[in-house]
């Protein structure tokens, strides 16, 4: 009876290699994630002068098994955050806001300009969002 043997040598331990190229693969995907969230919301985000769309900002963590982007938008009166008022208030919308189309997020989901713009958006794009980092992992893992 003829035996089969395998031996499976790794010259170089490439773990460390492909660890650093998913966390590079995952922070480039929260990258694009929160710039998609900020966008959509941008034109989701009542219009009056322009300043609320415009008053967005994104900031990163990375830090060590961590990865996280916060998308904030302000526009201050004084102390009077307007972005707030805008998201959590009830109110009638302008003529500038009815005018404006609103925004489409990565999914092809439109969201209408209006209160909560930020957070129907982030709602409504969740599963997307996790879709596309899958994604992104597993084309780069090749599966």
Same mark, same amino acid.
């Not at 098994?65 to 109110?91: C, L, Q």
């Given at each position: ?40 919301? %941008? ?5 009056? #002068? @322009?300043?609320?769309?415009? !008053? /967005? &900002?994104?900031?990163?963590? +990375? ?33 500038? %806001? ?5 925004? #489409? @997020?990565?999914?092809?989901? !439109? /969201? &209408?300009?209006?209160?909560? +713009? ?26």
């Amino acid at each position: 009876m003829a035996r089969l043997k395998f031996d499976v040598r790794l010259e170089r331990n490439l773990v460390p290699q492909v660890t650093k190229a998913t966390r590079q693969v995952v922070r480039s995907s929260i990258k694009t994630i929160a710039q998609d969230l900020a966008r959509t919301a %941008s034109e989701s985000a009542p219009h009056l #002068t @322009g300043d609320l769309e415009d !008053s /967005y &900002a994104i900031a990163y963590q +990375f830090g060590s098994g961590m990865v996280s982007a916060t998308v904030e938008f302000a526009v201050f009166k004084g102390s009077f955050n307007y972005a707030i008022a805008m998201h959590e208030w009830t109110y009638n919308l302008g003529e500038g %806001s009815q005018a404006k189309a609103g925004g #489409t @997020g990565m999914s092809g989901q !439109s /969201y &209408a300009v209006g209160r909560k +713009f930020l957070t129907r958006v982030l709602e409504g794009e969740a599963e997307a969002y996790k879709e596309y980092i899958a994604q992104q992992l597993r084309q780069h893992l090749g599966g």
